[in-house]
């Protein structure tokens, strides 16, 4: 058999399998249709029925019904429409006084702040001794391990708390201004 032929006869048999495929389809899509059509029938006659019948209420109370349900329908949507987050919510992480600081948001709080390192991006240790001697300026310096002890940044005035919360009003104060939308970009 050539190839040309063994090529005939894969399409013949394809063909022959489409067919039946589509032939034993015909009478499931036929019942399907039928049953789709005197559904919509019920309907059509069930809807002339409660239209055409004579209420003994009134037309105008009817009507007040029919408006209360409405605003209660649209109340609900309302209701059950999907919440937008603030577009600052997915501000979660920035280079702030020279480190990567990364946090969440806890409503509109800022959570779990704290920095990396910025080539590496090791857990940075902080060192704020300076702050317990009475000779030296009060400051804190964030140190990567990973980068031989390089000191990434030092954020001048305080202790770790301080230096954290200096990084936290950096991050409120773009969030205010909208500076924040060039970080998540
Ligand atoms: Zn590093």
Redesign the pocket.
Known sequence: MTESQSHSVRNGVIATVLGGLILSAIPYARGLLLSLIAWVWSGAVWARKTITLSYPTPGWLLLLIGLFALYGAVCTLFALRPKKEPLHKKYTEDIIYGAKWRWSWVGSNVSNLWCY?P????TLVYDDSSCRSRYEPSKTDFI?E??NG?V?TTIQGGNKSYAVGAAERELLRKVRTGEYVAAIQ
């Open positions: 390192c080539t590496c991006d090791a990567c990973r980068c390089k990434v």
